[in-house]
């Protein structure tokens, strides 16, 4: 099973990033991420086994994670594959300190893959034909959260879709 650690955005803003998803897409082309994909990745696990995952999923239950408030304000994009994203300008330091945190915990859960730099951002569109995020609108969005979730990334013929299979502070 293959799986992320991830925020998840309150309604409202995920309005907005469809918007500017749809904004995007117009400009950059490639494959819009669905409305219900959006998702901010606080950490790619990779392939687990189901035992694993049972046990990930207890351990995600009793997290406690301290609420934050991230500030979207800049485009990005990836070469490879194709993406263009929505980010921070500057660091966020609680953002930066809950994703070695997460880290610390899963080393000794038998995880490995921690990145050696985090870019935190939410892939708006993959696969694009431009990387041009020139004239595309200014950003200025809040992202307020207190809850991640542990998602299961399911692919088959129709692309990847995202199952939430435990959420922090929920025993
Ligand atoms: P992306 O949006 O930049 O592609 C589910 O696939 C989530 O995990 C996505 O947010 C994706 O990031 C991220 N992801 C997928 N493969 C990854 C990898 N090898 N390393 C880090 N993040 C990855």
Do not use: K
Request: hydrophobic content about 40%.
């Amino acid at each position: 099973m293959r799986l992320f650690l991830a925020l998840v955005p309150p309604p409202a803003l995920r309005a907005r990033l469809a918007e500017l998803a749809d904004l995007a897409h117009a400009r950059c082309g490639g494959r819009r991420m669905p409305d219900a994909s959006l998702h901010l990745t606080l950490a790619f696990l990779g392939e687990v086994d189901e035992v694993q995952a049972v046990a990930l999923g207890g351990w995600v239950r009793s997290l406690e994670i301290p609420p934050g408030d991230w500030r979207l304000d800049r485009w990005g994009t990836f070469q490879r594959p194709g993406i263009v994203w929505v980010g921070g300008r500057h660091p966020d330091p609680p953002l930066e300190a809950l994703q070695r945190r997460l880290w610390d915990e899963l080393a000794p859960r038998g995880i490995g893959g921690r990145p050696g730099r985090y870019i935190p951002h939410v892939t708006l569109l993959r696969h694009a034909h431009a990387l041009e995020t020139d004239g595309l609108p200014d950003i200025r969005l809040d992202w307020p959260y207190n809850q991640l979730e542990l998602i299961h990334s399911i692919t088959d013929h129709r692309g990847a879709r995202y199952a939430t299979l435990a959420r922090s502070g929920s025993p």
